[in-house]
């Protein structure tokens, strides 16, 4: 059985997992870029002792995206609707937890302009999402690609999760 990915921040304040398929859908979509950054939104649910954050979905980028070689900016078209549906699912409630983007290099380092967009985010009342999380994920080395997570916290620091070990 292949497992999903847990990762907490250095305090054990947040968790994160993600699913396994989520992970492979996001490197399919790394892997048709051409060179060029890449990036979709996450959605997903909070454990019901609401300690853990769920990843259960990324997306492609949405049609209005506009990329290059070293940035990308996530449009909007059809984000509305996808998230209208996933809300009205009757077996889980899910919704907008965060962002993830693609650098095509083996740097996963988030940019000011990534900082400032996921504060942003927080810190909006549009979003609904107090504690957005983000992804970056690099070009494949060596058969993997290098992913690191962020939460955001609204009116805190952000931080960095760790991946914990398989068990």
């Known amino acids: 059985m292949i497992s999903n990915e847990r990762w907490e921040t250095n305090q054990g304040e947040y968790i994160l997992e993600i ?33 853990t954050a769920i990843v259960t979905e990324a997306t492609a980028p949405p049609q209005d995206s506009n990329y290059g070689h070293n940035w990308f900016q996530r449009g909007v078209v059809g984000l509305i609707s996808l998230l209208a549906r996933r809300w009205k699912n009757t077996s889980r409630r899910t919704f907008y937890i965060g962002e993830w983007h693609f650098h095509p290099n083996e740097k996963v380092v988030p940019s000011m302009s990534d900082y400032k967009q996921m504060q942003d985010i927080s810190n909006s009342a549009n979003y609904h999402c107090n504690e957005p999380i983000m992804l970056v994920i690099g070009d494949n080395i060596n058969g993997t690609r290098p992913l690191r997570a962020f939460v955001f916290p609204r009116g805190k620091e952000p931080c960095e999760y760790h991946r914990l070990p398989t068990i």
Do not use: F
């Open 19 to 51: 699913l396994h398929q989520t992970r492979k859908y996001i490197e399919s979509e790394c892997s048709n870029t051409n060179g060029r950054e890449t990036g979709g939104i996450l959605i997903g649910y909070y454990s019901d002792d609401r300690t």
